[in-house]
């Protein structure tokens, strides 16, 4: 199954350009055979996927029994965790 992308710019400052820092499968949950690219921007240094997979992917990409391998003992992990619930509830309800 080919999964739709979109190439976007960094969340963090806006920037286009990137480098390639790795690229591989999904290793963990095997959603598709389609490789993917983590990469860094040249800008802030903030790490994502690009291109990432599209909103209609979403359900493909996180299925039902997706977690994120998270302690709760920082600030930052609980409120990526909140993110996450957020995020699952908006695709569930869609
Ligand atoms: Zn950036």
Redesign the pocket.
Known sequence: MKIGTEHVE??????FDYKVIGQGPDYEFDTSRDVWQSVE??????LFLNPRPTIDNAKTIYPSDYYPPLDFSSGYRRKYWQSELYWRNRVTQA
Not at 41 to 46: D, E, F, L, R, Y
């Open positions: 960094c969340a963090i400052c806006g920037c921007c040249t800008g802030c240094g903030h």
